[in-house]
């Protein structure tokens, strides 16, 4: 009985030592789902180029805060890791001109509280003009996030450590859609938590600076009442809102990146990086749950042993 756990033991050994493997080229990555609307895919910078056509382009400045860094990477659209800079939706949203969003001063204002917070890795998925029964579970659109978050993980490693949302913008028009906006917001974000196998996984989503029609501040309402552990709301009032009075600037998007970082640092526990293990807290489902893991070969090695011995 006690010898078929040899195998095993000697299993957990050499999963153990390879998870300390300092040739491993890559640390793990904090991974983020970036999802929502226009201002999550970004239209900071973007400027009429044909006043006769009204066509747009980007204006191509990207802040400092918001510069690529090597410890930042961006899953692209065909599932690769690369290096991310902004536009992060570029190959994404590509039905519209993108421009800065909140990911990259997010990113960099993570990594600039503790660089052992790095690498990030980013996955965009918003999609500009989309309303949240778009996103519903079983839409294209809701497949296509959670293949692109579960593809996150598969490639070479990571953890998924939040979901950052920005979305309402388009759920303004009519009262009967925002008064139901918070049942279908909870109900998203329970089906992503559920979907993604991470209960309490941590969502930062930013209530609504702008919106296409009368019914912003119910849908603010449904925003700040979601009543989810582990989710918390930032607030774009008082960010600049571009000539459009619908889409952040690019200075508001680096604002508005540096909040959700901020909201994000308050999930962890203080001075302790993302990967630091062996530290309980109440406020991070995710650091318990390394914290299990990591401890997982020990409590093998001694099951294991108590069983050769009996
Ligand atoms: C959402 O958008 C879809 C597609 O444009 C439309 O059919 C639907 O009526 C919209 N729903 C809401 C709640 O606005």
Not at 61 to 66: D, K, L, N, R, T
Not at 85 to 92: K, Q, V
Not at 113 to 128: E, F, M, Q, R, T
Request: negative net charge.
């Amino acid at each position: 009985m006690a010898l078929c756990f040899i195998p095993f033991f000697l299993w957990v050994l050499k999963a153990h030592a390879t998870s300390f493997d300092p040739n491993q080229q890559f640390p793990q990555k904090n991974i983020f789902i970036l999802a929502g609307q226009s201002n999550m895919a970004g239209r900071g910078g973007l400027i009429i180029n044909d006043d006769r056509t009204r066509t747009q382009i980007w204006d191509g400045v990207v802040p400092s805060a918001s510069r690529p860094n090597p410890s930042v990477l961006r899953l692209n659209a065909k599932l690769s890791w690369v290096q991310a800079h902004e536009p992060l939706h570029a190959d994404i949203d590509v039905a519209s001109v993108d421009g800065v969003g909140p990911g990259m001063a997010f990113a960099n204002a993570v990594l600039a509280d503790d660089p052992s917070n790095g690498p990030i890795g980013l996955v965009p998925c918003a999609i500009g003009g989309t309303n949240i029964s778009q996103w519903e579970k079983g839409t294209p659109l809701y497949r296509h996030m959670v293949k692109r978050a579960r593809a996150s993980v598969a490639a070479d490693g990571g953890t998924i450590r939040a979901l950052l949302w920005y979305q309402g913008e388009s759920d303004t028009i009519l009262k009967q859609d925002a008064e139901v906006y918070g049942r279908r917001l909870e109900r998203l974000f329970q089906d992503i938590r559920l979907d993604l196998m991470s209960p309490m996984l941590p969502i930062i989503q930013v209530a609504l600076a702008s919106g296409v029609g009368p019914y912003v501040d119910t849908v603010r309402e449904a925003q700040f009442g979601t009543e989810l552990l582990n989710v918390r709301t930032v607030d774009p009032i008082g960010l600049t809102v571009g000539p459009d009075k619908l889409h952040l600037t690019t200075e508001s998007q680096v604002q508005l990146g540096e909040m959700m970082a901020d909201a994000f640092l308050k999930f962890l526990p203080k001075q302790l990086s993302i990967d630091s293990t062996g530290t309980q807290t109440t406020s991070s489902s995710s650091s318990s749950t390394i914290f299990f893991f990591s401890m997982m070969p020990l409590i093998t090695i001694v099951i294991s042993t108590v069983s050769l011995l009996v």
